[in-house]
């Protein structure tokens, strides 16, 4: 008797250096210039896709180097005892034309669930990742509650990547 085994190949995608990790508020923005992780995405098959990536916190660039400096600093990212932001999914869905991803964000040593919205474009072999969410400050301790920056910020991900 004879058993016939069906599996797919797990589609991995190199993250490209063309990445653009952004945030923004009425008050700041600027750019996390390291990104990095792995990304298995397959459109046919979800339940094996997972996003477990990472920003450098020290990569923060405002386009003011003192901004910048604050930006790192204990009562902000502190990026010295936490230099790392990292997301890890738990679940991705189809949503309308677009896709939903669940998971972990970690940020200054809080993690906490989180869905991300993004859209998948391919482009020859590669695709792109695009998203935008907000994420609340407060919900991580960045910064003090109130105060001159806005408690919602705003992030924009275009992540380009090429098949493994």
């Known amino acids: 008797m004879a058993a016939v085994f069906a599996f797919s190949l797990i589609q991995g995608w190199k993250i490209t250096d063309k990445y653009n990790i952004s945030f923004s508020s009425n008050e700041a923005g600027g750019i ?11 459109e046919q098959n979800l339940a094996t896709s997972n996003f477990d990536v990472t920003i450098d916190v020290a990569s ?40 939903q ?24 072999n590669g695709a792109t990742f695009n998203g935008t969410f907000n994420v609340n400050r407060n919900d991580f301790h960045i910064g003090k509650p109130g105060g001159d920056v806005s ?11 090429v098949k493994q």
């Open 151 to 161: 408690d919602m910020i705003k992030v924009t991900v275009a992540v380009p990547v």
């Open 32 to 42: 996390f210039k390291t990104f990095k992780g792995n990304i298995v995405f397959d």
């Open 101 to 124: 991803v669940t998971g972990d964000l970690e940020i200054r040593g809080i993690k906490k669930a989180f869905t991300i919205p993004f859209t998948f474009q391919h482009n020859g």
């Open 60 to 99: 923060i660039n405002t386009g003011n180097g003192l901004q910048n400096k604050h930006a790192k600093s204990d009562e902000w990212f502190d990026a010295v005892k936490y230099p790392v932001i990292r997301y890890t999914s738990k679940k991705i869905e189809k949503a309308g034309n677009a896709y």
